[in-house]
């Protein structure tokens, strides 16, 4: 097992990586002093694969555990599911001492962080992230949020959660979309602050794909270490932070112009890359060899590199609605070296959409 800690003082914690650890999460809440109730989210599809491993070992050490199933999807990212867990935890009288736990990847772990954020002004949230999307990235940082109709992770908090153990045995029944998907998150690591780990990518993907256990938890130990970096340096995305969205302006236009769902996160975030890795060649930072050699990587990786056909003027509509935006100005993430990114709004607006075309 490896750790990696996450040092924001007070509300510091430490993120638990390796195999078959869902069994231990009983022992290591038992002398938290939390309630003896908890709220145990997650969605029937993982629910019914790893919710009695769960459940029986919380069981085993004292906690009630009241289960919070979720319909499976995006699209219910949003505040009618959050609804039903305030409900089922105001039901079963969780108060303020008593946790909430997600058993899921990203969109489980996004609305229960929500939730536990929210309900009676917070109460403890510990995360079980079982996609490796949400292994490597939604699990750590304290974003929890859910969709508006008209915007992706509009209504949202800064909160931390109080554990994270990632089980990467669970990623054994996850489906081959999902794992790609989890990648492009992974390779944006090493894209944005982290050279060598990239170079250990290209040498080591095809075992990372086969999903062999000690290249698994290498890769997810390494990618949590450079997320936990740049967390504790900046909690509220006021500088640092915002590199992690490298990609993520140009990928959420996808989701949303796609109708959230068709495309998955990481897939849009793998097109938007080569979006802005374009417009950082554009910029004249990259070469040709940079696209080529990111562009090889993602295709390894099984990930789309162009984006779907919709008009330029399209992505940059649904880009402007985006958070990222501000005083009218395009903040974008862009590479200034692989291994090296930048937020910058000096890109040309015309560049913005030559890049679009290019990469569609
Ligand atoms: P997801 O939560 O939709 O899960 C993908 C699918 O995998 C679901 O069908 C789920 O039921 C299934 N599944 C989960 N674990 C499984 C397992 N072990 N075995 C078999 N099936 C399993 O998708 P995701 O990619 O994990 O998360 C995407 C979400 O994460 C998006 O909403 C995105 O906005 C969010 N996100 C948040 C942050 C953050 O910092 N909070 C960062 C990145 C992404
Ligand atoms: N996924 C981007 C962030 O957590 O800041």
Same mark, same amino acid.
């Given at each position: /097992?490896?750790?990696?800690?996450?040092?924001?003082?007070?509300?510091?914690?430490?993120?638990?990586?390796?195999?078959?650890?869902?069994?231990?999460?009983?022992?290591?809440?038992?002398?938290?002093?939390?309630?003896?109730? @908890?709220?145990?989210?997650?969605?029937?599809?993982?629910?019914?694969?790893?919710?009695?491993?769960?459940?029986?070992?919380?069981?085993?050490?004292?906690? %009630?555990?009241?289960?919070?199933?979720?319909?499976?999807?995006?699209?219910?990212?949003?505040?009618?599911?959050? %609804?039903?867990?305030?409900?089922?935890?105001?039901?079963? %009288?969780?108060?303020?001492?008593?946790?909430?736990?997600?058993?899921?990847?990203?969109?489980?772990?996004? +609305?229960?962080?929500?939730?536990?954020?929210?309900?009676?002004?917070?109460?403890?949230?510990?995360?079980?992230?079982?996609?490796?999307?949400?292994?490597?990235?939604? =699990?750590?940082?304290?974003?929890?949020? +859910? *969709?508006?109709?008209?915007?992706? *992770?509009?209504?949202?908090?800064?909160?931390?959660?109080? #554990?994270?153990?990632?089980?990467?045995?669970?990623?054994?029944?996850?489906?081959?979309?999902?794992?790609? =998907?989890?990648?492009?998150?992974?390779?944006?690591?090493?894209?944005?602050?982290? #050279?060598?780990? #990239?170079?250990?990518?290209?040498? *080591?993907?095809? *075992? @990372? #794909?086969?999903?062999?256990?000690?290249?698994?938890?290498?890769?997810?130990?390494?990618?949590?270490?450079?997320?936990?970096?740049?967390? =504790?340096?900046?909690?509220?995305?006021?500088?640092?932070?915002?590199?992690?969205?490298?990609?993520?302006?140009?990928?959420?236009?996808?989701?949303?112009?796609?109708?959230?769902?068709?495309?998955?996160?990481? %897939?849009?975030?793998?097109?938007?890359?080569?979006?802005?890795?374009?417009?950082?060649?554009?910029?004249?930072?990259?070469?040709?060899?940079?696209?080529?050699?990111?562009?090889? $990587?993602?295709?390894?990786?099984?990930?789309?590199?162009?984006?779907?056909?919709?008009?330029?003027?399209?992505?940059?509509?649904?880009?402007?609605?985006?958070?990222?935006?501000?005083?009218?100005?395009?903040?974008?993430?862009?590479?200034?070296?692989?291994?090296?990114?930048?937020?910058?709004?000096?890109? $040309? /607006?015309?560049?913005?959409?030559?890049?679009?075309?290019?990469?569609?």
């Amino acid at each position: /097992m490896k750790t990696v800690p996450v040092n924001l003082g007070t509300r510091s914690y430490t993120i638990h990586i390796g195999e078959g650890l869902l069994g231990k999460i009983g022992k290591l809440l038992q002398f938290s002093g939390y309630g003896k109730t @908890v709220l145990l989210v997650s969605n029937f599809q993982v629910f019914q694969l790893y919710g009695d491993i769960v459940q029986s070992s919380l069981e085993s050490c004292g906690f %009630e555990v009241v289960p919070g199933i979720i319909e499976t999807g995006e699209e219910h990212k949003n505040l009618a599911t959050a %609804e039903k867990l305030y409900d089922l935890a105001y039901t079963a %009288e969780l108060d303020r001492r008593c946790a909430i736990l997600a058993l899921g990847g990203g969109v489980v772990g996004d +609305v229960a962080g929500f939730v536990a954020a929210t309900y009676l002004r917070g109460v403890p949230f510990i995360q079980l992230p079982t996609t490796l999307l949400a292994q490597v990235d939604s =699990s750590v940082g304290g974003k929890v949020a +859910v *969709n508006h109709p008209r915007g992706k *992770n509009i209504i949202g908090a800064f909160y931390q959660p109080r #554990l994270v153990l990632a089980d990467t045995s669970v990623l054994q029944t996850l489906p081959p979309r999902e794992i790609r =998907s989890g990648m492009a998150e992974v390779i944006k690591y090493g894209l944005i602050r982290d #050279l060598p780990f #990239l170079e250990w990518l290209e040498q *080591n993907l095809d *075992n @990372v #794909l086969a999903r062999r256990p000690d290249a698994l938890v290498f890769a997810i130990a390494r990618s949590c270490k450079n997320k936990a970096e740049v967390v =504790s340096a900046d909690e509220k995305e006021k500088g640092e932070r915002a590199l992690l969205n490298l990609g993520h302006t140009f990928g959420h236009a996808i989701e949303a112009g796609m109708g959230y769902g068709a495309w998955l996160h990481g %897939e849009a975030v793998a097109a938007g890359t080569m979006m802005a890795a374009e417009l950082s060649r554009r910029m004249g930072w990259l070469g040709e060899g940079d696209i080529e050699r990111i562009e090889a $990587l993602f295709r390894r990786a099984g990930l789309p590199t162009v984006g779907p056909a919709l008009e330029p003027a399209k992505y940059l509509d649904l880009m402007q609605h985006d958070k990222k935006v501000q005083n009218g100005k395009m903040n974008l993430v862009l590479l200034e070296q692989i291994g090296r990114a930048v937020s910058t709004n000096a890109a $040309l /607006m015309s560049d913005v959409t030559n890049a679009i075309a290019c990469r569609t």
